[in-house]
Nanobody, 122 residues
Framework: QVQLVESGGGLVQVGGSLRLSCAASGRTHSYYAMNWYRQAPGKEREFVAGISWSGGRILYADSVKGRFIISRDDAKRTIYLQMHSLKPEDTAVYYC???????????????WGQGTQVTVSS
């Protein structure tokens, strides 16, 4: 089992920045691709950013390209999502995901965190 705990969410004004963290514990290993997803009220969960186990492949949703940066620190078993130039449409619950498949894919065997709320106010 892998446990994922997100932190760093909160309320921020338009144009502001936040950094989300996802700490992994349990039977972790370095071969997991790590992803961030988000879900806004009344909408489906959507992919935001992902990084392969090696760090060699990074993907972003078009809506966040140029504004968000994903990174991983395997020594700390933590991934980060640095978010800049935040917009009201970025408001959502952000979830951390770990899986053994390719970046930006989901499977029934994935691990998920409990989510952290990000609210961007105008």
């Amino acid at each position: 089992q892998v446990q994922l705990v997100e932190s760093g969410g909160g309320l921020v004004q338009v144009g502001g920045s936040l950094r989300l963290s996802c700490a992994a514990s349990g039977r972790t290993h370095s071969y997991y691709a790590m992803n961030w997803y988000r879900q806004a009220p009344g909408k489906e969960r959507e992919f935001v950013a992902g990084i392969s186990w090696s760090g060699g492949r990074i993907l972003y949703a078009d809506s966040v390209k140029g504004r968000f940066i994903i990174s991983r620190d395997d020594a700390k078993r933590t991934i980060y999502l640095q978010m800049h130039s935040l917009k009201p449409e970025d408001t959502a619950v952000y979830y951390c995901n770990a899986n053994l498949g390719p970046v930006a894919t989901m499977s029934p065997n994935d691990y998920w965190g409990q989510g952290t709320q990000v609210t961007v106010s105008s």
